[in-house]
């Protein structure tokens, strides 16, 4: 079965960091393309940022430069570093991992973390 639980959320003051975890199981971590999601209170799911089994990564424009993916695929996990965090940022994060097999694509996500970002 496989699994991917995120820890690392909570309450930040505006301008501060938070580095997000996620550790998965129960798949071949290498081979995946690992990513992060968030969804804020009463909006769609928004792509965050994504790493290819290749380690390239991958950044809306408007997080350029404020949130950074890496992995660890000794210890399956995967992070995002966030800085500079503003109240626009809060939001439950998931992390996810898709592949695509013989033209099937497979994807699973976490049960999320909460980033809250308030004063």
């Known amino acids: 079965e496989v699994q991917l639980v995120e820890s690392g959320g909570g309450l930040v003051q505006p301008g501060g960091s938070l580095r997000l975890s996620c550790t998965a199981s129960g798949l071949n971590f290498r081979s995946w393309h690992m990513k992060w999601l968030r969804q804020a209170p009463g909006k769609a799911l928004e792509w965050v940022s994504g790493?290819?089994?290749?380690?390239?990564?991958y950044y809306p424009d408007s997080l350029k430069g404020r949130f950074t993916i890496s992995k660890d695929n000794a210890k399956s996990a995967v992070y995002l570093q966030m800085n500079s965090l503003d109240p626009e940022d809060t939001a439950v994060y998931y992390c996810a991992a898709d592949i695509t097999v013989r033209g099937v694509d497979y994807t699973h996500r976490g049960q999320g973390t909460r980033v809250s970002v308030s004063s």
């Open positions: 790493i290819s089994s290749q380690d390239y990564t």
